[in-house]
């Protein structure tokens, strides 16, 4: 927004990216990243995902909030949830199936 170029090690200690990774394990970093949100809740991550396109910064904060209880009712009844914390309390990895 300033114009100000920032290396990748000071936009991380900024805030602004999540991981720096030498250029020769990016390919592995990005698989390795995407292999996590793939291994999570399918149903959960779709709310997520529509929660950020719909929900961003042009909408005012009820109507967000409206919009992220709306999207906590509907994962509330999910078998995912179940699985979930069931995993947690089991100490296991989860196992969701999109339902």
Known sequence: MRGVRLSARTAHD?????????????????????????????????????LMNRGGAEAALAGGLEMETMGFAVLGGTEDLREGIAAFLGKRQPHFQGR
């Open 14 to 50: 900024y805030g602004l990216v999540n991981i720096v990774v030498p250029e020769s394990e990016f390919e592995d970093e990005v698989r390795r990243v995407a292999r996590q949100y793939a291994a999570g809740p399918p149903v959960a991550l779709h709310v997520i995902k529509m």
